[in-house]
C-alpha cells in the first residue's frame, strides 16, 4: 500500500460508511441490503474488517463463519474506486487469514464472472474455480464459486511482499 491504512474490526458505527463504500463500488443489483450488514456486524458467525473511519470506510471484506466448519466464506471484499490500486483488498485479506478462527482451513467465495479484476485478484491469491454459476447474479450474470486453502493464500501473500 502507498500509504499507511490500518485494519480494524467494523462495528455497528461502520455501517453507513460500509453502505455508503458498497453504493461506490457496485451495481446497485450486487448491493447487500441494510439489515444483512447490520447483522453481520453484530453476530459472532461473520468476521468483518474495514479501512478507513466510520462514515468514510475505503475497503470492507466480510467472512461467513459456521460453527464446527473448517470452511471461511467472503461474503463481500469491496474497495472504493478512489482506493484502489493501493492494495487494500490484499490487505483486508491478509489480516483476515490472522483473525479467523483456528479451525478454518479453505476459503470460499463468489464472484460475476465478468469481473475480471476480482477474479484475476483472486486468482493471484490461490483461489481456483470449482463451479460455473449460470445466471447466479441475475439473467445473463453468470458467477463463479472459486475456493483455496488458507495456507495457499497465506503462500501467496508471503510470496507477494
Same mark, same amino acid.
Given at each position: ?29 450486487? &448491493?447487500? /441490503? $441494510? %439489515?444483512?450488514?447490520?447483522?453481520? +456486524?453484530? @453476530? ?6 474495514? !479501512? #478507513? ?5 475505503l ?27 493501493r ?11 490472522? &483473525?479467523? /478462527? $483456528? %479451525?478454518?482451513?479453505?476459503?470460499? +467465495?463468489? @464472484? ?6 476480482? !477474479? #484475476?485478484?483472486?486468482?493471484?491469491l490461490?483461489?481456483m ?33
Amino acid at each position: 500500500m502507498t500509504r499507511k491504512s490500518t485494519v480494524r474490526a467494523a462495528t455497528s458505527s461502520d455501517l453507513d460508511g460500509i453502505l455508503a463504500l458498497e453504493t461506490a463500488a457496485f451495481p446497485a443489483e450486487d &448491493r447487500f /441490503p $441494510r %439489515r444483512s450488514w447490520r447483522r453481520l +456486524l453484530t @453476530v459472532d458467525s461473520a468476521l468483518c474488517l474495514v !479501512v #478507513g473511519e466510520p462514515q468514510h470506510v475505503l475497503a470492507s471484506v466480510a467472512w461467513l463463519l459456521r460453527d464446527g466448519s473448517g470452511l471461511a466464506r467472503m461474503y463481500s471484499l469491496a474497495v472504493h474506486p478512489e482506493a484502489r490500486g493501493r492494495g487494500l483488498a490484499r490487505e483486508l485479506v491478509r489480516v483476515s487469514l490472522r &483473525r479467523l /478462527p $483456528r %479451525r478454518i482451513d479453505t476459503l470460499g +467465495l463468489e @464472484v460475476r464472472a465478468d469481473n475480471a479484476a476480482a !477474479v #484475476g485478484l483472486y486468482c493471484a491469491l490461490g483461489f481456483m474455480e470449482t463451479a460455473r454459476l449460470p445466471a447466479y447474479y441475475g439473467p445473463g450474470r453468470d458467477g463463479l464459486r472459486l475456493r483455496a486453502t488458507l495456507a495457499s493464500v497465506a503462500q501467496s501473500l508471503t510470496v507477494d511482499k
